[in-house]
């Protein structure tokens, strides 16, 4: 039976490759020295039944030994290391029945992950500017931000609002009277077509255009 491994985020993810503070080598499945393919978002990828190598005995040794190291080997570094992301690596091939059933589990915890990712940014970061200091995030944080659909704290809109919180209020309210005055004129506008468009019976005796 070929091994299958499925993530709800790609490793590494190729959006973030050449940019400052990600570091794609975490990402990469490895054992033995060696490292499992790029895993895609969101689609069960077919694996190798085995992969090669070469051991050297000590520093001089250039010619070297070539091992095959069985797929079986990197199950429990899934396990262990990577299963908290959403990654599953089955032993078989899927049914649908079994993709329909694993996908949303691996959902579910790549988001509980994410929000983890966010929390200890924004703890390292508290203590950074207590330290006068600054703590940037990584591509990979910015994104759990807008997979969470959580606001940035180092947004333009967050960074203003605690500068001037009390501007920031009254930008609110005002947002929040503009639409209920926006609703309420469309309620009177759907009202008044619904009196001009309802049809009326002339009263009994009326003369009757022809």
């Not at 709800?8 to 490895?30: H, M, Q, V, W």
């Not at 069985?70 to 899934?78: A, D, G, L, N, W």
């Not at 006068?132 to 333009?156: A, H, T």
Request: aromatic residues 10%.
């Amino acid at each position: 039976m070929a091994y299958h491994i499925y993530s709800s985020e790609a490793l590494p993810n190729p959006k973030f490759l050449g940019k400052p503070r990600y570091t794609p080598d975490a990402s990469y499945i490895r054992w033995g020295g060696i490292a499992l393919p790029f895993v895609p978002e969101k689609q069960w990828m077919k694996l190798a039944d085995s992969f090669t190598t070469v051991q050297r005995s000590d520093w001089k040794d250039r010619q070297g030994k070539e091992v095959e190291i069985s797929i079986r080997k990197f199950m429990p570094v899934v396990t262990s290391q990577f299963a908290e992301l959403g990654v599953i690596m089955l032993d078989h091939e899927p049914d649908e029945k079994e993709k329909a059933a694993l996908e949303p589990v691996s959902r579910d915890l790549n988001l509980k992950w994410r929000k983890k990712q966010i929390e200890f940014f924004e703890s390292q970061r508290d203590m950074a500017k207590a330290r006068q200091g600054v703590y940037d995030p990584s591509p990979y944080v910015d994104e759990c931000y807008e997979v969470l659909k959580m606001e940035k704290p180092y947004s333009v809109d967050a960074l203003q609002a605690l500068r001037d919180p009390g501007a920031s209020a009254a930008d609110r309210i005002a947002t929040a009277i503009t639409d209920s005055m926006k609703a309420a004129r469309k309620e009177s506008a759907d009202q008044l077509a619904h009196l001009l468009t309802q049809k009326t019976e002339p009263p009994k005796g009326a003369p009757v255009r022809t």
